[in-house]
């Protein structure tokens, strides 16, 4: 069976079609500035790579020249539109209005696209826009939504709500949601089958941490704390988002800048972060490059990010009551020993103890970069949340 998994962004549409026989990815791509000038494809298959660099004034485009590659005669790995089983679409914002993994039918789509806009401004209306696009030019085919916050639809009322008026909670949904719970899920079952353990018998705690970064507790396979909330904006500082923040003090600060409600939301977004605080980059790499070369702001952005991490670790210990286990994913959490090495010293008491060596080194697959004894293994597993799309998908079916 092959599965297409489709994750769609305001501008862009990212596709991956899998063989769910050997869960192997037979073709990838990305469209890139969909309904901007210079829009393009680039998409690899049997082995090979091509860039389709074609006008995409919409999604529909998109999705079209998406199948056109599909069926090329260089890259393409299928003959016909029948051999697709299912398509898997990622979707960011659910509210309460789903909770697991859903077949799209009418009700369902007039539910997305009437509910969940708000909560997900930039991402959902996109997703719809390409979930209506594969229903017209794949009809016929099932289709699933495949929610990011799904995962954490387990957490306990204590955990997800904020101090507000109750009633107000019930009436707008102003809640935690948290996101990337298919990689928290998916580097947790991977964590369990590492380890050789049931997911019932681990305490994880999964850090992905990248652009977007967001902790979570897996207490027995399931999630029971996250760090982002109503929206990715919580938790931890990112690459340009400010993570927590006292909401007093965004009132006042919009006021100081003479800012909007809208405005001062897209400020803590897209201007804050590690990127503001040292007003270098939002990128790690450039962040390390100049700590390296003595930028003092740099190396605060670092230990900002690396001091809250490990305040979200240390309290996700405390909620579960013990830690067996620390996964490390996404860019920065597989790539960044600095930010490994950070996140985990001072956790010894928790009985985590790290191989630097091992840390330092780089290298494909699952890695436990924990010392000989520690009693918390420490473990960087590299995501992949479009094969989690895509086992939804079929088990739906
Ligand atoms: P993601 O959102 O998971 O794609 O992660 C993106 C972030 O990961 C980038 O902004 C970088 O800061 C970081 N990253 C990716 N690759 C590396 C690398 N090789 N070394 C250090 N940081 C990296």
Redesign the pocket.
């Known amino acids: 069976m092959k599965i297409l998994v489709i994750n769609a962004g305001s501008s862009s549409l990212k596709y991956q079609l899998i063989d769910m026989e050997t869960e192997g990815v037979l073709a990838k791509g990305g469209c890139e500035r969909i309904g901007i000038p210079g829009s393009v494809l680039k998409a690899k298959g049997n082995g090979k790579e091509k860039v389709f660099e074609r006008d995409m004034p919409n999604h529909k485009v998109a999705i079209e020249l998406v199948l056109e590659a599909l069926h090329d005669d260089e890259i393409g790995v299928i003959k016909s539109m029948s051999e697709i089983a299912a398509v898997g679409h990622r979707i960011v914002a659910s509210g309460e209005y789903f909770t697991k993994t859903t077949l799209v039918t009418p009700e369902v789509q007039k539910t997305l696209e009437e509910k969940t806009f708000e909560l997900a401004p930039l991402h959902n209306p996109a997703a719809a826009t390409v979930l209506r696009a594969c229903m017209e030019v794949m009809p016929g085919t099932p289709m699933t939504l495949v929610f990011d916050s799904s995962f954490h639809s387990t957490m306990p009322e204590k955990a997800y709500l904020y101090g507000i008026d109750y009633d107000d909670y019930k009436a707008y949904g102003v809640r935690k949601y948290g996101a990337h719970g298919t990689s928290h899920k998916f580097v947790s079952q991977e964590a369990a089958k590492f380890l050789g353990k049931k997911p019932e018998e681990l305490k994880i705690v999964t850090c ?6 967001s902790i979570t507790a897996v207490d027995g396979g399931k999630c029971v704390d996250t760090s982002m909330g109503f929206t990715p904006l919580a938790g931890v500082l990112m ?1 340009t988002r400010s993570g927590d923040i006292d909401a007093s003090a965004v009132e006042f600060l919009a006021r100081k800048k003479g800012m909007s409600h809208a405005e001062i939301v897209t400020y803590l977004n897209k201007k804050c972060g590690v990127a503001g605080i040292s007003g270098v ?8 490059a100049g700590m390296e070369q003595g930028n003092e702001r740099c190396k605060l952005a670092l230990d900002m990010f690396n001091y809250q991490t490990k305040r979200f670790v240390g309290a996700y210990a405390a909620v579960m009551g013990g830690l067996d286990c620390i996964v490390f ?8 020993p600095f ?1 490994r090495q950070g996140v985990c010293e001072g956790l010894e008491f928790l009985g985590v103890k790290l191989d630097l060596a091992k840390n330092a080194e ?1 290298g494909d697959g699952i890695r436990d970069i924990s010392a000989e004894g520690s009693r918390v293994k420490v473990l960087v597993i590299p ?1 992949n949340e479009e094969l989690v799309i895509a086992r939804e998908t079929a088990e739906l079916l």
């Open positions: 992905h941490l990248g652009n977007g970064s690459g980059s939002s990128d790690f790499r450039d962040l390390i994913t996404a860019g920065i959490g597989e790539n960044t930010v780089r995501t």
